[in-house]
């Protein structure tokens, strides 16, 4: 995915060893969204391979 970030034009892509699961266990924050809009959506659903 951070391949694909970098060809989409974002610049500062690290790549989490462990995933999201790491981060979670340990104890660091994330950011859910609820008021995405239905392009934003679709284009994350492309970028995760699940659309």
Same mark, same amino acid.
């Not at 060809?7 to 950011?31: C, H």
């Given at each position: 995915?951070?391949?694909? !970030?970098?060809?989409?034009?974002?610049? *500062?892509?690290?790549?989490?060893?462990?995933? %999201?699961?790491?981060?979670?266990?340990?104890? !660091?924050?994330?950011?859910?969204?609820? *008021?995405?809009?239905?392009?934003?959506?679709? %284009?994350?659903?492309?970028?995760?391979?699940?659309?």
């Amino acid at each position: 995915m951070a391949r694909d !970030l970098r060809k989409l034009g974002f610049k *500062d892509v690290k790549i989490l060893k462990g995933g %999201l699961g790491a981060w979670t266990n340990a104890g !660091l924050p994330i950011e859910t969204r609820t *008021d995405m809009s239905p392009v934003g959506a679709e %284009l994350y659903k492309a970028l995760l391979g699940t659309s």
